[in-house]
């Protein structure tokens, strides 16, 4: 089952890498990602959208776990 | 406004945050931060160990004592890196520890200049968060954002890598701190007191959240509420005093008989402020069954990582108990089938054959020591062995590796948990094994002249890991055997230390009579052959528990 998250995320050094991290660590491979200024008069943050493969699960987790993320400040499935 | 450098805000954001000794290791990355350090000296104590690992230890220890953040120090490069195991022991554990370490200069980062290393890369997945912090007017927010990151919520490591120049640059004194982060109001209580209250065969696990939330006194009252037995992961250990008749002990692989058994046979398991590791649960399936799991913990991600609960609840153990214990005020419990049920199982916890068995030697030294003596122990058999026999009393006096099993950690624990005692007398329990990876600590036991008491289970080999090749590998004992000559009474006095060998539990007690106030090791010489039983093979239930002592005449168990 293929599933989305879009993340809205402070721009700091390093942001981008923990995010993937969390991914990579639990063991989901993530099919595309992108990231863009959320808001064109403003680049402290950035809405992240990543699309990745996995069951009800690895949604839950990998959501639960983006939560706990200093740098990630809103998660949503989309 | 007061100016001041960045090593200097360092110090600042250190003392306003409660921190009055962290433990280091000086370097030229940090030269700044050590100035500051004997500038303010009378305000801030720092403690040298003999290794960057012994440092990180040490601070763990001290927070797990305190449960106030441990601080540890390190320089850039092979400090950094030192620093490590420490923080991965402290991640797996749920300890609040603040790392900080220097770098090279801003302008040199990124072009692999001395001692540079991408320290913020390395430690990213054993951290709850890490800064580098390369502008100093951004270093007063971001130290007080680690404190409340390091000590709110599911406790954990932070580390600040701060570059030497940032160290070295004027910046104003603001005076900040940090807001700590809403606290969720708790709900669906009302569901866990109708479970609750239909148990037949209610179980409490307590978990290293009852600890570090210190709500012992809640967990006391709820199972004399609920006469509800109780179990414990290895971090939840001293959140019972061992001799409350409820409290059966540990749960899980090496888990006393009783509490492990109880466990599976409840109807209702309330589990507090556990993860659930696969070492406390063994088999899943079986685990789950015919039960109502409720699961209580501050960090949500754990809600059906391992284990799927049918209530689960948000919250901090101590706010969520306050909260329940009122709504039960009226039960009135009907299980004492339950009881004389774990009265019955109680009599299945061995006791070890023979004259000077592990848990004489750890009982012996039990009946020496008060009621709030901190126990540290680094990793193995003796570790088990602590953990089944010793007669805890006292929240927050027991040290050990749990999630990461770091062997070498004793040492530094023991240090950081003594001078988080007000120096008093301090026990590690360790094994020939782990001591050899941190005695290079007896130095600094020695120059801080702490009351250390060193029990080295010596049985010449790494017992755990024989004992598995024991029961699972044909008896191969491949690299068990150590077959070292070191004289451990010789190495205590090249220490400075005292040092004893004792083998009868006489020898034992008469070295445990008088014991000086300064560090002392005792070479406790034990059977190779013990083993830690009970004993769930990995992956394995309750059902497939080895009981009995391993026979190899007899093929298998005796
Ligand atoms: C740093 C580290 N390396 C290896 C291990 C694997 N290990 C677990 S227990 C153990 C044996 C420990 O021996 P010892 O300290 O003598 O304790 P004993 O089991 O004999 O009581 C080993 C090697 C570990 N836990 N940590
Ligand atoms: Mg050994």
Redesign the pocket.
């Known amino acids: 089952m293929e599933f989305t998250v879009e993340l809205l995320v402070a721009n700091r050094y390093g942001a981008l890498n923990r995010i993937t991290s969390i991914y990579a660590r639990r063991g989901y491979n993530i099919d595309e990602l992108e990231a863009v200024v959320a808001d064109k008069t403003n680049s402290d943050i950035y809405r992240i959208t990543v699309r990745s493969k996995g069951d009800e699960y690895a949604k839950i987790q990998v959501m639960r776990q983006l939560e706990k993320l200093y740098d990630v400040k809103e998660v949503k499935l989309t | 406004m007061q100016t001041i450098n960045g090593a200097q805000m360092i110090i600042e954001g250190l003392v306003r945050h409660g921190a009055t000794t962290v433990f280091g290791y000086p370097g030229g990355a940090v030269l700044p931060i050590y100035d500051a350090l004997y500038q303010n000296s009378d305000r801030i104590d720092h403690i040298i160990t003999a290794h960057e690992q012994g440092a990180a230890h040490a601070a763990d220890g001290y927070a797990r004592v305190t449960g106030k953040t441990g601080v540890v120090i390190a320089t850039s490069g092979p400090g950094a890196t030192n620093l490590v195991t420490g923080i991965a022991n402290a991640y797996l554990d749920s300890v609040p520890l603040l790392a900080i370490t220097g770098n090279a200069p801003v302008p040199l980062l990124g072009k692999d200049a001395f001692q540079e290393v991408d320290i913020v890369g390395i430690t990213q997945p054993i951290v709850k968060h890490n800064f580098v912090v390369r502008d100093v007017t951004e270093l007063e927010s971001t130290i007080a954002e680690a404190f409340i990151i390091a000590n709110t919520g599911r406790k954990g490591p932070v580390l600040i890598d701060v570059p030497k120049n940032v160290q070295e640059s004027e910046v104003e004194l603001k005076g900040i701190t940090a807001t700590k982060p809403e606290v969720v109001p708790i709900s669906v209580l009302s569901e866990i007191v109708q479970a609750l209250k239909s148990a037949k065969r209610p179980f409490i696990y307590a978990g290293g959240g009852v600890v570090a939330s210190d709500a012992g006194e809640e967990l006391r009252e709820l199972s004399e509420k609920l006469s509800a037995p109780v179990g414990f992961s290895l971090m939840g250990m001293t959140a019972l005093s061992t001799d409350n008749p409820l409290a059966l002990g540990m749960c899980g692989m090496h888990g006393k008989y009783a509490a492990t058994v109880a466990k599976s046979e409840c109807d209702v398991l309330l589990a507090l402020g556990v993860r659930f590791s696969d070492r406390a649960t063994g088999n899943i399936s079986v685990y789950e069954k015919d039960k109502t799991i409720i699961h209580v913990d501050i960090d949500v991600s754990e809600h059906g990582k391992n284990v799927k609960p049918n209530i689960s609840v948000k919250g901090d153990i101590k706010a969520v108990l306050a909260k329940l214990l009122p709504q039960l005020s009226d039960i009135k419990p009907s299980n004492s089938d339950w009881l004389a049920r774990v009265d019955e199982l109680k009599l299945g916890n061995a006791r070890q054959e023979g004259d000077f068995t592990p848990q004489i030697a750890i009982e012996t030294v039990g009946e020496f020591m008060a009621d709030d003596t901190v126990i540290a122990t680094?990793?193995?058999?003796?570790q088990m062995w602590t953990m089944q026999y010793y007669p805890f009393k006292m929240s927050r006096t027991f040290l050990t590796s749990g999630g990461l099993?770091?062997?070498?950690y004793g040492m530094g624990a023991a240090i950081g948990g003594c001078v988080a005692n007000q120096k008093k007398r301090t026990v590690l329990f360790?094994?020939?094994?782990?001591?050899g990876?941190n005695l290079n600590e007896l130095a600094t036991a020695v120059s801080q002249n702490l009351p250390l008491v060193i029990v080295i289970?010596n049985?010449g080999?790494?017992?755990?890991?024989r004992q598995w090749q024991k029961r699972f590998y044909g008896e191969r004992f491949s690299q068990t055997t150590l077959g070292r000559k070191t004289d451990f009474v010789k190495l205590a006095e090249a220490f400075g230390a005292n040092g004893f060998r004792v083998t009868n539990v006489d020898e034992l007690k008469s070295v445990l009579a008088k014991l000086p106030k300064s560090p002392v090791v005792i070479d406790c010489r034990i059977d190779m052959d013990e083993e830690v039983l009970p004993m769930i093979p990995p992956g394995k239930a309750v059902d497939d528990m080895i009981i009995t002592k391993f026979n190899a005449s007899a093929g298998g168990d005796s």
């Open positions: 680094d990793v193995g058999q003796h099993g770091t062997m070498g360790t094994g020939d094994g782990s001591f990876m289970l049985n080999v790494l017992g755990m890991v």
